[in-house]
Structures are given as C-alpha cells and as structure tokens.
C-alpha cells in the first residue's frame, strides 16, 4: 500500500534508549496524561511510528495465538482442538496484515475528521494517534498465548481510555467538540475492525454493512454490542481515569493480581446436581497489566459447563464501562436469545438457545472481578444458578479492599 502520507526528512531519528519501546508501553499504561504529552512533542515520521511501534506490537496477539493454539490447543466440553500448522500460519500472518491495514486506516480517518471537529489536519500526529492508542489492545494479545487466560483479552478496552486522552490532543480539536471527535473515531474504528474481523475469519457468509445513526446527546447502534447511550460518555470518561488512577496506584505499592488459588478457592465443589470434575488455575501479565483466572469444569449426566472466575485488576472499571456508557443489546432468535445489560449495577450478558441447550451467563463483579459460565444445560436457568453458586458478595468486598 502506497503512502499518502509526506515523510519529513528532516525529523531526527529517535534516540537510542535501552528498553524504549518496552519503557513507553509501560508509560502509556500507567502515566498516559504524561506520555501523550511526550509523544505530542517528540518529532516523527509516519515511517518511524509504523515500523518501529505499529508493526512489533501488532505482532503480539497473531503470535500468541498461533503459539497457543499449537501448544495447547482450544478447549471445548471436553475436545481439545489443534489447528493445523498452515491454517494456524495463515490465520496469524492475516490476522497482522490486517491489523497494519486497519491501523493505517483508520489513522487516514481521524486525520481526515479532524477539521469537522475544530481541529487541525496532520497525518504524523493521526498516526501518532492510532498507533499509540491501541498499545493496550495489543499488549492484551499476549493473553492469547495460554488460552485458559483468553478472558483477559479484555484488558484491551484500556486502548479506548488512551484514545480519550489522546486524540484531543494530538490533533488540536476545539474543547466543546472533542467528545464528538472521540465518538466519531470510536465508530468509524469499529466499522473498520468490523470489516477486518469479517475478512480475516473468512467466514464469507456475509459482511456487515451497519447503518450507524446517532449523536452526542443521543444513541448509537454499534454491531455486536447494541445500542449505547452517548449522552453518558463523561460518566464512562470518569469512570476510566478513576481507572488509571487506580492502576497507577496499584503499580506504585506493587500490589498483585489475586492468587489463582484464592481464586481456585471460590469455585464450589458442587453446584446443584452439577459435580466438579476438573479444575485449574493461572495468571499472567504483560506491560504493566496482569491478572488471573481460575476455571472449574461441572457435569451432570450429559450436560457440561465450565465456570470461570478471573481478576482483571484496575482494568475491571474499563471492562465495566459498559455500565456507563448505558450498553443494552437485545437479540431474539428462532430458538432463543442474546442479551447485554446491566442487572443489579452490573454489566451482564446472557445467551441461550434451546436447539442444542447451550448457553453463557457472564458477569463483572465490583469493576475488577469477571464471571462466568458456559457449556450445555436443560435450561438457561442454569448458568444463572451457576453464578450465584459462587460468592459474589466476597468478590464485591475484595474488589473494594
């Protein structure tokens, strides 16, 4: 793909720094008001910034997976899959390309919006910009490398907190216009993962064309999530740099993600009926971001369920913003449903379908503690009884301790 975008000869290649792309990473986790500041300063080039940040840390997640899926293979109601090494090969080296494509895209688009938003058009700083914001997301992939902590993917959502700071900045946008800016690049960045998703799966049945209506002040349909109340996005901008705030607190005292065993320690021996029959734990981070999961698998007759219980950390208040941003998602089907809200202060999401009694229930406990269930059982209430069988109230006190 050809440029569009003019180099500048005269930018100073970047000072050589022991550990730079590992130390910056960890800044613009942990101090991001900070580094976008230093990185608004630093002279650039478009090459530079796609080279020397995009193209490494892009690689993460296809990498991850392709390691994890041969070493030990996707779990499912007891079947261990392997992908064979050229369709992993495949998937991985798509997975890259596409995600180059996407972030070369979609910096085209925020520097193309900025005059709409008062702000001022500069394709060094949009690629600053979309490179920079997505650290999170990317360092999130190396989660995929033990599929047991596949949960914890969702850490990735920190990169829309980073594009919150970040994208005003940058790109110069008028204060009273900044969060329809912010809206904006959120939409036009999930029309283009969107697209790239549906190419690098090749599932070929048919492409996404959402109609994406909507407004600062009202609601907006995003695919595969629902409607979102906009008019709730300082909320949701609050709750993320409590977020932070609270990450960054957690670095400095050196404060761990919970035990896996403590964590081990919550999954009930039985359930109802239900009957432990498996059981693992393990933990894991990456740039200043960690966690832990444990997973206990259940039985009865021929059903099969596995319940999950996962610490996120500071990351929960993202993983959470759900709430915030008032996220409901509605969707009935011949043999049954799908759906995401927010039951008792919670963000929750259910799904289940009576043709083949399989389903999930899934909730986040006190921003920083996820559960889950999912598998085979005689009726949705199930996974419902399955969650309450573990100690929510406990999670909820740890989370606030």
């Known amino acids: 793909m050809a440029s569009q975008y003019p180099e500048d000869p005269l930018a100073p290649a970047a000072t050589p720094r022991r550990n730079t792309m590992v130390e910056r990473a960890k800044r613009l986790i942990l101090t991001p008001k900070l580094e976008w500041t230093a990185i608004d300063a630093e002279p650039m080039t478009v090459r530079q910034i796609f080279n020397g940040w995009v193209m490494p840390l892009a690689a993460i997640g296809p990498v991850a997976s392709l390691i994890g899926g041969q070493v030990f293979g996707y779990g499912a109601f007891g079947i261990i899959?392997?992908?064979?090494?050229?369709?992993?090969?495949?998937?991985?080296?798509?997975?890259?390309?596409?995600?180059?494509?996407?972030?070369?895209?979609?910096?085209?688009?925020?520097?193309?919006?900025?005059?709409?938003?008062?702000?001022?058009?500069?394709?060094?700083?949009?690629?600053?910009?979309?490179?920079?914001?997505?650290?999170?997301?990317?360092?999130?992939?190396?989660?995929?490398?033990?599929?047991?902590?596949?949960?914890?993917?969702?850490?990735?959502?920190?990169?829309?907190?980073?594009?919150?700071?970040?994208?005003?900045?940058?790109m110069k946008a008028l204060p009273d216009k900044a969060i329809g800016y912010i809206v904006a690049t959120i939409v036009a960045a999930a029309v283009v993962f969107i697209v790239i998703g549906a190419v690098t799966t090749t599932i070929g049945s048919r492409m996404m064309a959402p109609a994406l209506v909507g407004s600062t002040s009202g609601t907006i349909g995003v695919p595969g999530v629902g409607s979102v109340d906009l008019g709730k996005l300082d909320a949701a901008s609050k709750q993320m740099s409590a977020a932070a705030d609270q990450m960054q607190s957690q670095a400095k005292d050196g404060k761990p993600a919970t035990p896996p065993a403590t964590l081990q320690a919550m999954l009930p021996a039985t359930i109802g009926g239900w009957s432990r029959t498996e059981v693992e734990s393990a933990s894991g981070g990456a740039g200043g971001i960690g966690g832990s999961n444990a997973t206990g698998t259940y039985t009865m007759g021929s059903d099969r369920i596995t319940v999950s219980v996962s610490d996120i950390g500071a990351m929960g208040a993202i993983a959470a913003l759900g709430s915030a941003f008032n996220v409901q998602s509605n969707r009935q089907t011949a043999t049954g449903y799908e759906?995401?809200?927010?039951?008792?202060?919670?963000?929750?999401?259910?799904?289940?379908?009576?043709?083949?009694?399989?389903?999930?229930?899934?909730?986040?406990?006190?921003?920083?503690?996820?559960?889950?269930?999912?598998?085979?059982?005689?009726?949705?209430?199930?996974?419902?009884?399955?969650?309450?069988?573990?100690?929510?109230?406990?999670?909820?006190?740890?989370?606030?301790?």
Do not use: C
């Open 81 to 170: 899959y392997r992908p064979s090494i050229t369709g992993a090969l495949t998937t991985a080296i798509l997975s890259y390309a596409m995600a180059l494509i996407g972030t070369w895209v979609l910096a085209l688009i925020i520097d193309a919006l900025a005059p709409t938003f008062g702000g001022t058009k500069n394709p060094v700083a949009a690629m600053k910009v979309a490179a920079f914001s997505a650290t999170a997301g990317w360092l999130a992939g190396i989660f995929g490398i033990v599929p047991a902590l596949a949960v914890l993917s969702i850490l990735g959502l920190y990169s829309l907190y980073l594009l919150y700071l970040g994208l005003p900045l940058l």
């Open 339 to 401: 759906k995401t809200g927010t039951v008792n202060g919670r963000i929750t999401t259910e799904k289940w379908d009576s043709a083949d009694h399989s389903g999930s229930y899934s909730v986040v406990v006190g921003s920083r503690f996820t559960v889950a269930v999912e598998g085979t059982a005689r009726d949705a209430a199930q996974f419902k009884a399955a969650i309450d069988a573990v100690d929510l109230s406990k999670l909820q006190a740890m989370a606030a301790s």
